[in-house]
């Protein structure tokens, strides 16, 4: 059974930073890319990153380029997102997600994990 | 690119016809369309990919169609479970967007 699981969630202060782990089950992992979608209390989906399967290509949405690093570490089945410079807008739960291998749409989800950015 | 979905929300009773609309604001590779739906506390499914094809386990009551600029999901007869929010997405060069989402509630 394929299963992604998301941790490193919390409380950070504005400015403050966060990584976030991603980890695999039940498919080879580095056969899919792993996309980060969040979600604001209330709102709707946002793609945040892309990182394809060897790890070598890695694409960012807009509102988080130059503050969040996408990898991973395919011998340990794991994804990262690394954030910095964290605001209040960045409030969200975060998704990793599989990319299906035909790249056509985001096949299985993790629970995901719960940032805060307050003071 | 922007997805605008229509309606916002739609009020429905079980066992009618959804219809749900999601309008590029540019053209969209078929290959590259998708819509999610999402239950409360739950994350996001995958129903539809390339505009057409339903994913494992979806049962043939959800259908996709369209092309271009504008695409729509079917729910040909609605059942207590379907009532959620869908969103759709689509691709280009691996960045990806989805639409504001469309909530079924009960009516």
């Known amino acids: 059974e394929v299963q992604l699981v998301e941790s490193g969630g919390g409380l950070v202060q504005p400015g403050g930073s966060l990584r976030l782990s991603c980890v695999g089950s039940g498919f080879t992992f580095s056969n899919n890319a792993i996309v980060w979608v969040r979600q604001a209390p209330g709102k709707g989906l946002e793609w945040v990153s892309c990182i394809s399967g060897s790890g070598g290509s890695t694409y960012y949405a807009d509102s988080v380029k130059g503050r969040f690093t996408v990898s991973r570490d395919n011998p340990q089945n794991r994804g990262y997102l690394q954030m910095n410079s964290l605001r209040a807008d960045d409030t969200a739960v975060y998704y990793c997600?599989?990319?299906?291998?035909?790249?056509?749409?985001?096949?299985?989800w993790g629970q995901g994990t719960l940032v805060t950015v307050s003071s | 690119i922007v997805l605008t979905q229509s309606p916002g929300t739609v009020s429905l009773s079980p066992g009618e016809r959804a219809t749900l609309s999601c309008r590029a604001s540019q053209s969209v590779s078929s290959d590259n369309f998708a819509w999610y739906q999402q239950r409360p506390g739950q994350p996001p499914r995958l129903l539809i990919y390339t505009t057409f094809s339903r994913a494992t386990g979806i049962p043939d009551r959800f259908s996709g169609s369209g092309s271009g600029t504008d695409f729509s999901l079917t729910i040909s007869r609605l059942e207590p479970e379907d009532f959620a929010v869908y969103y759709c997405q689509q691709w280009d060069r691996s960045f990806f967007s989805f639409g504001g989402g469309t909530k079924v509630e009960i009516k």
């Open positions: 997600a599989r990319l299906r291998r035909d790249a056509a749409g985001f096949d299985y």
